[in-house]
């Protein structure tokens, strides 16, 4: 059995190896083993293509703000595994980690002999979340993030008071299809019946499907732009103001500090789902709660500016929608500076309409490999682009190392791209300030 941390940890990445395995058959055995934690838990799902980590940031703020202990459990992480599984945004201890794997441990070296194989890497830190909210650490509610897809998702053993869907795009296609109608027939796999739904999904087609569920779910829907509409957006300096509105209520001068109109929709989103929760649940949410936890509530890697002079910005764009959503946002708030942007992906993205983007604002760009098993080389990246000004390299630290030298007062630095290479550049980041 697991006496260390590392060792634990060291467990829970050797089931990398299985890969992705979609279906829920592995998860309910594990919670069959574990006396069912799930059906223990109130919960509330939130998928999508992007914005799924901010939104449960936003929802999870509010409800704390409230008084209430928010369990959450997110994928993947920036500054260090334990943040997966958190309560009121403190992160599992290492101690808790060891005592869930030791209880895992031999329900999965059965499973491992079983037809239906042993568990992923991802399906076992989500049996970890279900029984540490259940029987560790009870919680008055937890948000769950979905991994990847929706319909069969690990997390999508839960029967939710909610569920919120916060986009769709055009990611993980080889696994969830091509098209818009494809990718949200998966992710309207979270709907259930009678539970209601919170959407904002902007194409016609994808809306459709998640129609076509919460019709035959007999699913309530709360779309945005139809049901609760967005108002008054202003930029600040450091993040975003509107209006939100229902039928019921009107809610103005909401604030947040994460920048861009992405960040108020998923803001609306997580205002939507407090309203719903408010009346069916926990009455003591108040409209005061809800402005001081969207005014709270920050995410690592979303557009987050790490240092003012020189102007460095973090954002986590790993697909099209978001580098669409952050080069927008550069321009509209940093159209006068010169844009060094440097730049990593995973091999099984679909990059070039990515880099597209990012040729089109960069005055110059730097292609990075970094460590990690799925991550595509500099060199492929920079044969996409088109950029007169552009680089490659297998060392991303010397990069930003670079790049800072070089810097003037008229230009800024923009690392982005994968989370997972996000994850390294902000643990890198916060030694660098640590050291000074």
Same mark, same amino acid.
């Given at each position: 059995m697991f006496q260390t941390y590392e060792d634990s940890l060291g467990w829970i990445h050797s089931r990398l190896r299985l890969g992705i395995k979609p279906g829920l058959t592995r998860m309910n055995r594990m919670m069959e083993k574990l006396n069912f934690p799930d059906e223990k838990l109130k919960t509330v799902h939130i998928g999508g293509t992007n914005g799924k980590g901010s939104t449960v940031t936003y929802l999870r703020c509010i409800l704390e703000s409230g008084g209430l202990t928010v369990g959450t459990y997110t994928s993947p992480y920036i500054e260090q595994f334990n943040e997966r599984i958190s309560i009121n945004g403190e992160p599992i201890s290492d101690e808790d980690i060891i005592k869930l794997c030791n209880i895992l441990y031999p329900i999965v070296a059965e499973m491992d002999q079983m037809e239906i194989g042993g568990p992923t890497e991802f399906e076992i830190i989500t049996a970890m979340s279900f029984y540490y909210f259940a029987f560790i650490k009870p919680v008055d509610i937890v948000i769950y993030e979905v991994g990847l897809g929706g319909r069969f998702d690990s997390t999508n053993i839960i029967y939710p008071i909610l569920s919120i869907i916060t986009s769709i795009g055009l990611d993980h296609t080889a696994i969830l299809g091509d098209t818009y109608e494809e990718i949200a027939r998966e992710k309207a796999g979270i709907i259930k019946k009678n539970t209601p739904i919170i959407a904002a999904i902007k194409q016609e087609e994808a809306l459709a499907e998640i129609i076509k569920k919460a019709e035959t779910e007999n699913a309530p829907t709360y779309f945005l732009d139809k049901h609760f509409i967005i108002d008054n957006l202003i930029s600040w300096k450091q993040g975003e103001s509107f209006t939100f509105q229902t039928a019921a209520e009107k809610l103005e001068d909401l604030q947040i500090v994460m920048m861009g109109k992405h960040q108020i929709e998923n803001a609306s989103l997580a205002v939507m789902a407090a309203? =719903? =929760? @408010? *009346? +069916?649940?926990f009455p003591q949410i108040t409209q005061e709660h809800i402005r001081l936890g969207l005014k709270g509530a920050k995410w690592p890697g979303r557009f987050e500016m790490v240092s003012e002079k020189p102007l460095v910005i973090l954002?986590? #764009?790993?697909? +099209? +929608?978001g580098v669409q959503a952050l080069t927008a946002e550069l321009t509209k708030r940093f159209k006068d500076k010169k844009k060094a942007i440097i730049f990593a992906a995973l091999s099984d993205k679909k990059t070039d309409k990515m880099i597209y983007q990012l040729d089109r604002i960069a005055d110059k760009i730097i292609f990075v490999s970094f460590d990690y098993p799925r991550a595509a080389t500099c060199h492929e990246l920079y044969k996409e682009s088109r950029h007169q000004q552009k680089t490659y390299s297998i060392d991303w630290k010397k990069s930003i190392e670079e790049q800072l030298e070089e810097m003037e007062e008229d230009s800024? =630095?923009?690392?982005?791209g994968s989370l997972y290479f996000l994850s390294a550049v902000k #643990?890198?980041? *916060?030694? *660098? @300030?640590? #050291? *000074?």
């Open positions: 309203s =719903l =929760l @408010r *009346k +069916e649940i954002d986590g #764009a790993h697909n +099209e +929608e800024m =630095l923009i690392v982005t #643990a890198y980041w *916060k030694g *660098k @300030r640590t #050291a *000074k």
